[in-house]
Structures are given as C-alpha cells and as structure tokens.
C-alpha cells in the first residue's frame, strides 16, 4: 500500500464552535489528519459580509489562500485587495492579514509552509475595525 493520506474537508472537526466564531465562519484544520509534516492546510467557509474578529502573522510560515467560491477582502498590512473565485494570494509570513467575505460569502482553502504547528503564529485581536 501505498504512502498517502485521504482526507475529506468537510469532515475534518470544525474548529470555529470551540472559539464562539460560528455560525460566521467553519475553519477545519487538516494539518493532523492529513499527517503533514512540512506544510498546512485549511479550509474556511465565511459567512456573506462576515469578517473574522482577529488578524494573524507568522515568523516563519507564508502562506497562499485560494478562493474556491464566492468573493473575499483581505487586509494585508495597511491594504485591502479585492478577491474573486480561483483569485490565489501568496502572502509572506512577516505581513498582517485578515480576510472579510464578499456579499455571497467564500470558501478559502489556505495553505502553509513550513509547518510548525502554529507555534510562530501572533494573534492580532481587533486588528482590522472599521
């Protein structure tokens, strides 16, 4: 048999719930149940006009969000761009961001390297406020 690992996203737990950020946002987290060792991946579905509550950076992990469907806003530092479906962003791992659903919602798959299991993650609570 192979090496390789099948997973199904939507059936990965839930995390939002845990946090108080649901019905608004369902991010699943498949770093572990994939068994990746030197990347991340997640999936976020955000809820029409919903924008997370917090901004994040790493040290050391850049990461790239893929819009599956929908449309999106992501605060990069001190700018916001605009994101359509298949739109892909890199962003490295020293820039602020923060991402706010469009008026049909999105689904983002983001995607990480190195992994390092979110031990070089800064939160930036309120980050982006109107």
């Known amino acids: 048999m192979g090496d390789f690992t099948r997973v199904n996203l939507k059936e990965v ?9 649901s019905p608004g ?3 699943r987290f498949a770093r572990v149940a994939l068994g ?5 991946l997640s999936y976020f579905r955000i809820a029409p006009d919903f924008r997370t509550p917090f901004g994040h950076r790493h040290t ?17 530092d001190d700018e916001v761009i605009e994101l359509k479906a298949w739109d892909a ?6 820039t602020a961001r923060c991402l706010e659903a469009g008026p ?12 390092n299991e ?12 109107d």
């Not at 737990?13 to 950020?21: N, Q, W």
């Open 13 to 21: 737990e839930d995390l939002a719930p845990r946090f108080g950020l």
């Open 25 to 27: 946002l369902e991010s």
């Open 36 to 40: 990746l060792r030197n990347s991340g």
């Open 60 to 76: 050391d992990q850049e990461e790239i969000y893929l819009v599956v469907s929908g449309s999106a806003r992501a605060r990069l």
């Open 89 to 94: 962003l890199r962003v490295p791992p020293e």
């Open 104 to 115: 049909e919602g999105a689904e983002i798959l983001a995607f990480g390297a190195p992994s």
């Open 118 to 129: 979110n031990r070089d993650v800064v939160p930036l609570p309120d980050w982006w406020s």
